[in-house]
Nanobody, 120 residues
Framework: QVHLVESGGGLVQSGGSLRLSCAAS????????MGWARQTPGKQRELVAV???????KYADSVKGRFTISRDNAKNTVYLQMNSLRPEDTAVYYC??????????????WGQGTQVAVSS
């Protein structure tokens, strides 16, 4: 089992910044992709950013130039630096990790989510 624990959400004014963190723990052999997605009520979960084990990144068009994803492989942790936040960024943000567990079985887990609210 792999556990993901997010932190760093909160309330911020439009134009402000927040930094989300997500630490993975448990039966981890390797972590390939780590990423963030967000969801608002009544809408599908939207992929925000992903970072591969080699460091390659991909962003949703809506956050390019404002959000930066990074990871610390030694700590099994992924970060999402969110700048120039807008009210439309308000959502629950979920962390995701994919890789191999200690039995060499692929896993794909989500965290419990952290709320981000941006006031206008």
């Amino acid at each position: 089992q792999v556990h993901l624990v997010e932190s760093g959400g909160g309330l911020v004014q439009s134009g402000g910044s927040l930094r989300l963190s997500c630490a993975a723990s448990g039966s981890i052999f390797s972590i390939n992709n780590m990423g963030w997605a967000r969801q608002t009520p009544g809408k599908q979960r939207e992929l925000v950013a992903v970072i591969r084990s080699g460091g390659n990144t991909k962003y949703a068009d809506s956050v390019k130039g404002r959000f930066t994803i990074s990871r610390d492989n030694a700590k099994n942790t992924v970060y999402l630096q969110m700048n120039s936040l807008r009210p439309e960024d308000t959502a629950v943000y979920y962390c995701n990790a994919e890789g191999l567990d200690l039995t060499m079985v692929e896993y794909n887990f989500w965290g419990q989510g952290t709320q981000v609210a941006v006031s206008s």
